[in-house]
């Protein structure tokens, strides 16, 4: 028995756990005080979510020799039937008063306008007022925004007054991202509790999960903080939050999986500590295993484009470790420290008989092994009906005005600014070219379709020139995150590109959109194939096989399209969407592969376990009963975990996290439990191949025998 016990006797035995629980607390007594300061080290500026070899992020670094780098808030007044005398004196004593303002980055001197409408009878005027983004700017953006709010009011009497482009929107986005962390932490814990509460029908059970997963959290917080300061780690906000709902929910999982486990080993042993060790010894490598399908997968970010996307690798990959190292070490060790009361009232009583083989997973799988072809070609008919839903898809990136769940002021004011003025003025294309060639190149931009050719010059504030170099800026007349502004810097860049000597290059917000638009294809298109590799790789090397790893990936590709295709439904026409971003598809699939083969693994572990002993098709039916519950309560674990994220005001958050749920949902109840189950059954012993087992199946199971096993009635 000692040679079962295996190294799980170095984190339950006797006096180990003790030692466990000492080093765990002396971790956090470091870490925990770090933790808290993740949210100051996040660089949420353009930059870190830009290609580093983007045209526009050579724009912005280039930007910074003629002026700090900064961004207008956009004060925008408007009355439909044009502004009286005391509105105009208003907007002048508000302009006069905002060239004062120096607090929080705000360079009041530079503050442009009032700027009309039209010089007889306006309608609208607009000021610009400067905000310097340096190392600081992302956490002042909305304290600016709100001192410019203090002197130009809310509007009233049938003056309407609102704050948008680049710095307005900015500061609605900043503080939607405001307290995200508490905000998640709080939502995935409440999601844990109940799905606990439920799952072990124990209050006290879920105390040691929740003390698992928390530490793990603090744990990794404080890691990426460190790496984020001194290690050149780029963190935003994107990232942090997405931190929090990993480590829970695969924290959470992992912990479910070995309960079970160690759940069944105490009916069979009386001494917990020796159970744990065998929980450990036969649970532990599916749960490795599960782990380091995610954290490799997430490290495949690294190969990515995109800052924020190459940055989410390493944050992501981090949490899971030290997830998976609290719920290998620190959890078993409060399991058995607790005892068996722990699991009150339900205490699993040593010599109880198990309830999985007479349970409804038990039936559930031998009414598939009847007929298992036509179950599994009827379920994968229907996911692939499901996938058809993949035409209503439209990632082509979210526009501004359709970024937030609601509407802030920020987009209100964009849409009243769109109707008197050129729409991109807020946020206008940015150009440094050579000195010698700028009147060349000027003339290029001006004569571009899309462009405002008045708009063009250098603004208040800037250099004349620096280093042979000039900036200008152009205002396009389509709004800075449409389509069609998109295609009028496509045109500016081909036109500008062919004056010679020039060196000319076109950056701004809308420019950016378009960069990491063509980046997000090229990680779309690297990255899903790679994350395939690692996880047929990680298959293959844990069940010595072939063919069963290439069916459990077919599987996981199909649920992932059938909840891509029902999520695209629901968000045309019962969330009315706009649309989903680039890189909607890449995080879900990523998430959704690597967090959803979890359970494929942790199932077929068993059934692999079971054909050793009894045959194929015996080894399903009973892989399926051993661990139908405790799958499917962890598959409902994630998928609330990840529902967590609609709580925050933001679209591109909320489609994530309705997206992976669903996912998780349809891997969990319908691919693992029917498609996967049905496969195996109708494939038989060759799933194995090239193993031995595929040949013997089981020590002396004639292929007779096990069909007759298995096909019984209940």
């Known amino acids: 028995m000692g040679g079962d016990r295996g190294w799980g006797r170095l984190v339950c035995g006797r006096r180990a756990k003790w030692l466990v629980l000492g080093l765990w607390l002396v971790v956090l007594f470091v870490m925990a005080p770090f933790a808290s300061r993740l949210t100051d080290a996040q660089d949420n500026d353009a ?21 700090p780098e900064q961004i207008p808030a956009v004060v925008v007044y408007a009355r439909p039937d044009g502004l009286t005398a005391a509105d105009r004196a208003r907007i002048a004593a508000d302009a006069a008063q905002l060239r004062r303002l120096t607090d929080h980055g705000i360079r009041g001197p530079q503050t442009r306008g009032p700027v009309f409408d039209r010089p007889v009878d306006p309608r609208a005027a607009e000021i610009y007022v400067p905000i310097t983004m340096d190392e600081k700017g992302w956490q002042r953006i909305a304290p600016a925004v ?22 307005g929107t900015s500061a609605d986005f900043s503080k939607a991202f405001e307290g995200i962390d508490s905000t998640l932490l709080l939502a995935a ?5 109940v799905m606990l509460l439920i799952t072990y029908r124990s209050p006290t059970l879920l105390v040691p999960p929740l003390l698992g997963v928390v530490a793990a ?80 997968s997430m490290l495949v970010l690294l190969a990515a484009e995109m800052n924020s996307t190459r940055g989410l690798g390493p944050v992501a990959a981090i ?10 070490t620190l959890f078993p060790a409060l399991l058995v420290v607790f005892g068996r009361w722990i699991f009150w009232p339900v205490i699993p009583r040593y010599g109880s008989p198990d309830p999985t083989e007479r349970g409804v997973w038990a039936r559930t799988g031998r009414r598939i092994a009847r007929r298992p072809r036509t179950v599994w070609v009827g379920t994968a008919l229907a996911l692939a009906v499901c996938s058809l839903g993949l035409l209503q898809l439209r990632a082509e990136g979210i526009g501004n005005a359709d970024a937030f769940t609601g509407k802030p002021d920020s987009i209100t004011g964009q849409e009243v600014s769109a109707r008197y003025f050129p729409a991109g003025s807020g946020d206008p294309l940015v150009i440094v070219s050579n000195q010698a060639q700028a009147r060349r190149v000027g003339a290029a931009v001006a004569a571009t379709d899309g462009v405002v050719p008045a708009s063009l010059g250098r603004p208040p504030g800037t250099k004349p020139s620096y280093d042979g170099k000039v900036l200008f800026e152009a205002t396009t007349t389509d709004p800075a995150d449409s389509e069609a502004a998109k295609r009028t810097v496509e045109r500016v860049r081909d036109a500008v590109h062919e004056v010679p000597g020039a060196d000319a290059r076109v950056g701004g917000g809308t420019a950016a959109l378009v960069d990491m638009d063509r980046a997000t294809t090229h990680d779309n298109l690297l990255i899903i194939p790679l994350v395939l590799a690692v ?23 199909l649920s992932f399209t059938a909840a891509l295709g ?19 598809p890449l995080f879900v699939f990523v998430f959704l592969v690597a967090l959803g083969i979890d359970y494929n693994i942790f199932l077929t572990t068993r059934i692999r376990e079971e054909a050793l002993r009894r045959g194929t098709r015996p080894g399903v039916v009973t892989g399926l009963a051993a661990t139908g519950a405790v799958i499917t309560s962890a598959g409902l674990v994630l998928a609330g975990t990840f529902a967590a994220l609609g709580t925050l005001p933001m679209v591109a958050f909320a489609e994530i996290g309705f997206t992976v749920a669903l996912g998780v949902l349809i891997d969990t109840f319908v691919v693992r439990s029917v498609l996967v189950t049905a496969l195996f059954l109708d494939v038989g012993r060759r799933v194995w191949w090239p193993h031995a087992l595929a040949r013997t199946d089981g020590p002396g199971v004639p292929a007779a025998q096990e069909g007759a096993a298995v096909g019984r009635r209940p």
């Open 217 to 296: 959290l603090f744990t990794a917080q404080a890691l990426i903080y460190f790496l984020a300061r001194h290690g050149g780690l780029t963190v935003n906000g994107q990232s942090a939050g997405i931190l929090t709902v990993l480590v829970f929910g695969a924290g959470t999982d992992y912990a479910l999986l070995l309960v079970a486990r160690y759940r069944e080993e105490l009916r069979r042993h009386e001494d917990r500590h020796e159970a744990m060790a065998l929980a450990l010894h036969r649970a532990g490598p599916a749960v490795l295993a599960s782990g380091a399908t995610v954290v490799l």
């Open 535 to 557: 996880v047929l790789l990680i298959l293959t090397a844990l069940l010595r096989a072939v063919v069963a790893p290439l069916v459990l990936v077919g599987t996981v590709i």
């Open 319 to 328: 949490g899971v470790a030290v997830a998976l190292v609290a719920m290998l």
């Open 146 to 167: 709100d001192s410019v709010r203090d002197v130009v009011g809310k509007g009233g009497t049938g003056l309407a007054v609102h704050i948008t482009g680049p710095g």
């Open 189 to 193: 814990m409440g999601v844990v509790v």
């Open 47 to 67: 930059a870190s979510w830009l290609p580093g070899s983007a045209e526009s992020t050579q724009v912005l670094t280039l930007s910074k020799d003629f002026r």
């Open 566 to 584: 029902i999520s695209a439904l629901a968000f045309r026409h019962v969330f009315d969407y706009a649309g989903e971003s680039t890189d909607f």
